[in-house]
């Protein structure tokens, strides 16, 4: 079964404190991406990873970093969070090859709450 | 700025009726389009997409028209029904080795009613 995975679904963090949120998928799947989205603002994408150790800046990379040791995993990590980073998270991977090359396949996401 | 945009933030159209969504995007180095759903509570999921070699494309009710000259793309949708109330996210990037970097509308939110 194809499937992107998130964890957790729901988190709570206060600020200053580090974050972790992880995603994996079993499609061996080169290309990875985190995006949050916010109201009126749609998906903004953060990292894209293109294979392991891959990883190149989106469009807000400013507070995030990311890790990908593994094609199955990709992390984003948030150092000292920050109340604006309060948003959902979306991790998303997609072929690379074939007909449906660049279709995104989205995990459930994680609902970020810094207080 | 904002490289993909969405017109309208919500249309509401009553069902049997046809809709249209509009996109604008700024780089003309986009190549990749496409057509993303969301109910909400719900990750997207991809609706329709083009490649840049065609102008248009059908699959059952939806058909996304392209006007790269214009940098628009287009969803019409026709004889729309209640389950197609969403969000309708476009997305355009450019193809680089088989992958895109996506850039998202901020979304339509589309309410269809019986």
């Known amino acids: 079964d194809m499937k992107v995975t998130q964890m957790p679904r729901y988190l709570i963090k206060r600020m200053g404190e580090n974050v972790l949120l992880e995603c994996g998928q079993d499609?061996?799947?080169?290309?990875m991406y985190w995006y949050r989205q916010d109201p009126g603002l749609g998906l903004q994408l953060i990292y894209i990873?293109?294979?392991?150790?891959?990883?190149s800046e989106g469009d807000i990379p400013k507070g995030y970093r990311v890790s990908r040791k593994k094609r199955e995993h990709f992390s984003l990590i948030l150092d000292s969070a920050k109340t604006n980073q309060t948003s959902v998270y979306f991790c998303?991977?997609?072929?690379?090859?074939?007909?449906?090359?660049?279709?995104?396949?989205f995990g459930s996401g994680t609902r970020l709450t810094v207080l | 700025g904002q490289q993909v945009k969405q017109s309208s933030p919500s249309l509401t159209v009553q069902e049997g009726g046809i809709l249209i969504l509009n996109c604008d995007y700024e780089?003309?180095?986009?190549?990749?389009f496409a057509w993303y759903k969301k109910y909400p509570d719900n990750s997207p999921t991809l609706l329709i997409s083009?490649?840049?070699?065609?102008d248009k494309r059908e699959d059952g009710r939806f058909t996304v028209f392209l006007n790269k000259s214009g940098k628009h793309f287009s969803l019409h949708i026709t004889a729309s029904q209640p389950e197609d109330t969403a969000v309708y996210l476009c997305?355009?990037?450019?193809?680089?080795?088989?992958?895109?970097?996506?850039?998202f509308g901020e979304g339509t939110k589309l309410t269809v009613s019986s």
């Open positions: 998303a991977s997609s072929p690379g090859t074939g007909g449906s090359a660049e279709t995104l396949y």
């Open positions: 499609m061996s799947h080169e290309t």
């Open positions: 990873s293109y294979d392991v150790d891959s990883n």
């Open positions: 780089n003309d180095m986009f190549d990749y």
């Open positions: 083009v490649r840049s070699n065609v």
């Open positions: 997305a355009a990037g450019e193809n680089q080795g088989g992958s895109a970097k996506l850039i």
